[in-house]
């Protein structure tokens, strides 16, 4: 048979078998958008044993810490260099100075200009990036490129973060891009209810800011940069992590020739004081006039990442909404149609950060979406996951990490993950392990520690006049307009 005859003929083969299976299903009574779990693929029920390649760790003569991991399967290098500079150490008049000072690392040297920056990293067919994310406790220079470019690309590498010019006209380009930034976050719902979120999780604590402000990038000076620079750019407070196709002695020469005269001095890392006692549950409606859809968030800060309910923490948010088998996903899209998506996720770092679950609904069906995502919750603090559910939940988490060990720039973060929050040396090794074991118990017991309704935080973003009195069923409404300040009630 013709190959294209005999694929459509499948394709309206298997049309055939859907719509005869719908209509069955309506004959009895039963919705098609019911969701069940078959549990009819063969599934080894063995746990999957994931050995990790261990790096060697050594020191340069200016005391920089470095991780090293040979992987010759394929002739490429990866860099990683983690500097404890993250926006949490941003002065409290300054939101946004650890992000700009490393997104200005890319913009000249006091050897090159931006331009030929950019020229140079093409040339080698390489890639540098540049990132503090808002929320991190370190800022991250990552480098990607053949082996045999290693001595150029850690040249262009060390440049940047040794020596960067800071200069006045590339600042006021760049303070032009982020004024526009600031613009499109405000216009965007998913940062509104973040941006609420963590302002009613973390309180005064640093981690409550998430953007600078039209102030703080008006006011940037290149002196500005240059302290930030100097004071947290220390060979002493980073981590560099080596992967690829390298021999590891020689490999060490070349970091020592590139990143040796990185010049040290003592550090002390500011205190950031201590998070607030959790609040009592509210819902934050920011008022978005004309929205078409509300995006609902809910959540509660969780754990350090070294913390021991770190593990069925993410086990629970697994069985909860991680990705299209979540029961979020499964509840409020595939069996109610009220969104595209449904989701829930942990984060992670040296302190306490968020367990959020999220979705974004039509305006209309707003009661039904926050009835059904709190039932859910309530759902998980007050019935143990049967066993098959919670069996697929740990084998894919298991699966997710062995596959994610294919990739070189994972791997040696996952080392340096290991290092940044003083996880035990074998951690990785026995994560399988840790995470086969988790009961439905321990998953019902995060859901009550954590998911507590007592101190549960809401935050809608949506149109007030036609949300409000939907919400105030549920509990108390604060209203807060688009710029973050709350509305007289």
Request: charged share 25%.
């Amino acid at each position: 048979m013709n190959p294209i005859i005999r694929s459509v003929a499948l394709s309206c083969l298997c049309v055939g078998i859907f719509l005869s299976t719908v209509a069955n299903s309506q004959e009895k009574g039963t919705s098609p958008k019911a969701v069940q779990r078959l549990n009819r693929a063969p599934v080894n029920k063995e746990v999957l044993q994931v050995k990790l390649p261990r790096p060697t760790e050594a020191k340069l003569s200016n005391g920089l810490t470095v991780l090293l991991l040979e992987r010759h399967k394929l002739p490429t290098l990866n860099v990683s260099l983690w500097v404890n500079a993250g926006s949490l150490y941003d002065p409290k008049d300054a939101p946004g100075l650890a992000k700009f000072t490393a997104e200005m690392l890319r913009e000249g040297t006091s050897h090159r200009t931006s331009s030929q920056l950019s020229t140079q990293i093409d040339q080698l067919g390489a890639t540098i990036t540049t990132q503090s994310q808002f929320g991190s406790t370190y800022t991250q220079l990552a480098a990607s490129g053949f082996a045999d470019t290693a001595d150029g690309l850690l040249d262009l590498m060390s440049d940047m973060l040794i020596n960067p010019a800071f200069t006045a006209d590339e600042l006021d380009k760049y303070k032009k891009r982020q004024m526009a930034a600031l613009e499109e976050e405000r216009s965007d719902p998913g940062f509104l209810g973040e941006e609420r979120m963590y302002r009613a999780l973390y309180g005064n604590f640093p981690a409550a800011t998430t953007s600078a402000t039209a102030e703080s990038v008006k006011a940037l000076t290149s002196e500005q940069l240059r302290q930030f620079h100097g004071k947290y750019y220390l060979p002493g407070n980073a981590l560099l992590g080596v992967v690829g196709d390298f021999d590891s002695k020689q490999m060490m020469a070349l970091l020592e020739k590139h990143f040796g005269s990185w010049k040290t001095q003592p550090f002390n890392a500011p205190s950031l004081g201590s998070i607030p006692p959790a609040s009592a549950f509210k819902i934050s409606l920011v008022d978005r006039p004309d929205s078409v859809q509300t995006n609902i968030l809910a959540g509660e800060l969780a754990v350090p990442r070294n913390n021991p309910d770190y593990i069925p923490l993410r086990v629970m948010n697994h069985v909860l909404g991680e990705g299209a088998t979540g029961r979020l996903f499964l509840n409020l899209r595939e069996e109610k149609g009220y969104t595209y998506g449904a989701y829930s996720y942990i984060a992670a770092d040296t302190y306490p950060r968020p367990l959020l679950a999220t979705t974004e609904v039509r305006t209309a069906v707003t009661d039904g979406s926050m009835h059904e995502l709190l039932g859910e919750l309530k759902r998980l603090r007050e019935e143990t996951v049967p066993s098959a559910e919670l069996d697929d939940a740990k084998r894919a988490m298991v699966a997710s990490f062995a596959l994610s060990l294919e990739h070189d720039r994972e791997l040696i973060d996952l080392w340096m993950r290991v290092k940044h929050n003083n996880l035990p040396i074998d951690y990785w090794d026995r994560y399988p392990a840790e995470v086969t074991k988790v009961s439905a118990d321990s998953v019902q017991q995060m859901a009550k520690k954590y998911l507590d309704p007592g101190r549960l935080q809401v935050v809608c973003v949506g149109t007030a006049k036609e949300i409000k009195d939907v919400l105030s069923k549920y509990g108390p409404v604060e209203v807060y307009d688009v710029d973050g300040k709350k509305v007289s009630q």
